[in-house]
């Protein structure tokens, strides 16, 4: 699993090519300035929920860590119990090779739903944003550790044109600096680092205190219960991004309610 990162970015490097000669990039971009008025992602993460945190409850089918976490994952429903279940947004993998998600997943939650979506990808490329709006994503995951600062920069200048929102992820200090000079506002601070995924709990509390003014924070990897969230709200977080403790519970929606409680 070391530097499996590497691996992934061959691959998506790959997948747009191909995109690419399906769907002219030009084409793709008037389809995504065309999908109307973006659910807000960033406002509804700036302040704690009824229970004092926010969820952003993921569509998780698979990982390469894990291996197959729910093959018969329906979209459409699991979107329907997070949404019942007191979730603030939907965080959904896009990525087929190795997690088994898919566009159409994005468009089946977006439509059972009424919270708004991440699309959840290894960005690489513009066109992978345009991708997501022409779907109908209202926000998308940005990670530091695989774009230089000028590509951060430009994708989260296009994002404000297309109207998305996005959550910047970072995993060690010197991604926060980079975030930090880019003015990044929501902050994803995962707790997995994706070169060997080996994950630690503690990365997010220990970061948090990194953040520059008004920025946001939002824990992600290796969240598993009530008693995880009581510890890192401590270190100062209210929002966390959770997907295979959820998605392998019985009751999705009763398990967030038990992890807002």
């Given at each position: 699993?070391?530097d499996?990162?590497?691996?992934?970015?061959?691959?998506?490097?790959?997948?747009?090519?191909?995109?690419?000669?399906?769907?002219?990039?030009?084409r793709?971009?008037q389809?995504a300035?065309?999908?109307g008025?973006?659910?807000?992602?960033?406002?509804?993460?700036?302040?704690?929920?009824?229970?004092g945190a926010?969820?952003?409850?993921?569509i998780?089918?698979?990982?390469?860590?894990k291996?197959?976490?729910?093959?018969d994952?329906?979209?459409?429903?699991?979107?329907r119990h997070?949404?019942?279940?007191g979730?603030?947004?939907?965080?959904?993998?896009?990525?087929t090779?190795?997690?088994?998600?898919s566009?159409?997943d994005l468009?089946?939650a977006?439509?059972?739903s009424?919270?708004?979506v991440?699309r959840?990808?290894f960005?690489?490329?513009?066109?992978?944003?345009?991708?997501?709006?022409a779907?109908?994503?209202?926000?998308v995951?940005?990670i530091?550790r695989?774009?230089?600062?000028?590509?951060?920069?430009?994708?989260?200048q296009?994002?404000?044109e297309?109207?998305?929102?996005?959550?910047v992820?970072i995993?060690?200090?010197k991604?926060?600096?980079?975030?930090?000079?880019c003015?990044?506002k929501?902050?994803?601070?995962n707790?997995?680092?994706?070169?060997?995924?080996?994950?630690?709990?503690?990365?997010?509390?220990?970061t948090?205190?990194?953040?520059?003014p008004?920025?946001?924070?939002?824990?992600?990897?290796?969240?598993?219960?009530?008693e995880?969230i009581?510890?890192?709200?401590?270190a100062?977080?209210?929002?966390?991004?959770i997907?295979?403790?959820?998605?392998?519970?019985e009751?999705?929606?009763?398990f967030l309610?038990?992890l807002?409680?």
């Amino acid at each position: 699993m070391t530097d499996f990162l590497t691996k992934i970015i061959e691959t998506k490097k790959e997948e747009v090519l191909a995109a690419r000669k399906r769907v002219p990039e030009q084409r793709l971009r008037q389809e995504a300035e065309n999908t109307g008025i973006k659910r807000p992602f960033e406002a509804v993460l700036e302040k704690p929920g009824p229970y004092g945190a926010n969820i952003i409850a993921e569509i998780k089918r698979a990982s390469p860590s894990k291996g197959m976490i729910k093959e018969d994952l329906d979209a459409e429903v699991f979107a329907r119990h997070y949404e019942a279940g007191g979730a603030a947004a939907i965080s959904v993998l896009t990525d087929t090779p190795y997690f088994k998600g898919s566009l159409e997943d994005l468009v089946a939650a977006k439509r059972s739903s009424s919270l708004p979506v991440l699309r959840k990808e290894f960005i690489i490329s513009t066109y992978q944003i345009y991708e997501a709006a022409a779907a109908g994503a209202d926000a998308v995951l940005l990670i530091v550790r695989i774009l230089s600062p000028k590509q951060l920069k430009e994708y989260m200048q296009l994002c404000r044109e297309l109207g998305l929102g996005a959550l910047v992820e970072i995993h060690d200090p010197k991604e926060v600096e980079t975030a930090v000079d880019c003015q990044a506002k929501i902050i994803g601070i995962n707790n997995r680092d994706l070169s060997s995924f080996h994950t630690d709990l503690n990365v997010a509390a220990r970061t948090v205190a990194l953040l520059g003014p008004g920025q946001v924070p939002v824990a992600a990897s290796g969240i598993h219960s009530r008693e995880d969230i009581q510890s890192l709200k401590k270190a100062g977080i209210f929002n966390f991004l959770i997907g295979e403790s959820i998605v392998r519970s019985e009751n999705p929606g009763a398990f967030l309610k038990s992890l807002l409680a």
